[in-house]
């Protein structure tokens, strides 16, 4: 039986995560050479935090679906604190808009120093730079501009 957190407890480099939560923004694609990239914004009535989903799943994903998260893991990217589904996890569906949630704090507003691990220098720890500011815009997550009225 998988254990459930929420997002307010995961942590960076935490593996095997399982979650529920719900997408509360999504962002535009970003084409790579290995794929395309979406960033999205997900919540659950702790806090929110950034994923990152790929190709067809990240098509899929749309602003107010509720999703499971089983095998999930965490890490940092570009000095934030981002959610992954990775090679053997799974996301799945599990319902629409309707789901607590709160938009603060966001886990990914925080920026962190990432360092090897004294204990294990093969291992990274990260600690946080500074305070995070959750009401600031998600750097993450981009939008087509604006046109004028």
Not at 24 to 51: R, W
Not at 73 to 84: F, V
Request: proline share 10%; hydrophobic share 40%.
């Amino acid at each position: 039986m998988s254990t459930f957190i929420k997002v307010n407890e995961i942590k960076p480099y935490t593996k095997n995560i399982n979650c529920v939560f719900i997408v509360l923004d999504k962002g535009l694609p970003t084409k790579k050479k290995e794929g395309t990239i979406f960033q999205v914004l997900v919540a659950d009535s702790s806090a929110a935090i950034n994923m990152t989903l790929w190709d067809v799943i990240g098509e899929q994903v749309q602003p107010g679906d509720i999703l499971r998260l089983k095998g999930g893991y965490s890490n940092i990217y570009i000095d934030l604190l981002n959610l992954y589904v990775g090679k053997t996890g799974l996301i799945e569906k599990i319902g629409e808009f309707t789901f607590p949630f709160v938009e603060a704090p966001n886990l990914s507003a925080t920026l962190w120093n990432v360092h090897p691990d004294p204990n294990n220098p093969k291992n990274m720890v990260a600690t946080p730079k500074i305070k995070s500011n959750p009401m600031k815009p998600n750097p993450m997550i981009q939008h087509p501009p604006q046109q004028p009225k």
